[in-house]
């Protein structure tokens, strides 16, 4: 679809072609798709490796979400150690998709989540790759 930009000066050709939809189609995206694009946008370079990465996916299904939260998705590395800071009146959910992590001494492996409440402080680490979501809760 053409809907060049009705400009008051002359631009580039391309910028005058361009052309945002606001609008949603009702197909699905593929989840192979969806999962290809959450992976490279969590191999995204970020201003000081604080990899401050939020995802919220909502499908047909699940349209409302009726939670505060914020996602982390990590790589560990054998010997990577991390530490994350839980906010007061904060809770969070562990999930490990990959390998094996230690989290305040409690052993998860691949599958294994984890509730945490009551901790000011994550002490996350592993003795092998490991990949890992850590939702930060209300």
């Known amino acids: 679809m053409e809907k060049p930009a009705n400009t008051k000066y002359p631009i580039h050709e391309l910028l005058q072609r361009r052309w945002s939809p606001r609008a949603f189609s009702d197909k699905m995206v593929e989840p192979s798709k969806l999962q290809s694009l959450l992976e490279a946008a969590r191999w995204a370079a970020s201003s000081y490796n604080e990899q401050p990465w939020s995802f919220i996916i909502a499908t047909k299904e699940n349209q409302t979400v009726h939670q505060d939260v914020s996602?982390?998705?990590?790589?560990?590395?054998?010997?990577?150690?991390?530490?994350?800071?839980l906010p007061p009146n904060r809770h969070a959910w562990l999930h490990v998709a990959?390998?094996?992590?230690?989290?305040?001494?409690?052993?998860l492996t691949e599958g294994d989540a984890?509730?945490?409440?009551?901790?000011?402080?994550?002490?996350?680490?592993?003795?092998?790759?490991?990949?890992?979501?850590?939702?930060?809760?209300?």
Not at 100 to 106: D, F
Not at 117 to 134: D, K, W
Request: glycine residues 10%; aromatic residues 10%; charged residues 20%.
């Open 98 to 107: 990959r390998g094996s992590v230690t989290c305040n001494g409690y052993a």
């Open 71 to 85: 996602l982390y998705a990590s790589v560990l590395e054998g010997g990577d150690r991390i530490k994350y800071d």
């Open 114 to 138: 984890a509730a945490v409440s009551g901790q000011e402080l994550l002490e996350i680490s592993t003795s092998e790759s490991a990949e890992f979501l850590l939702f930060n809760l209300a």
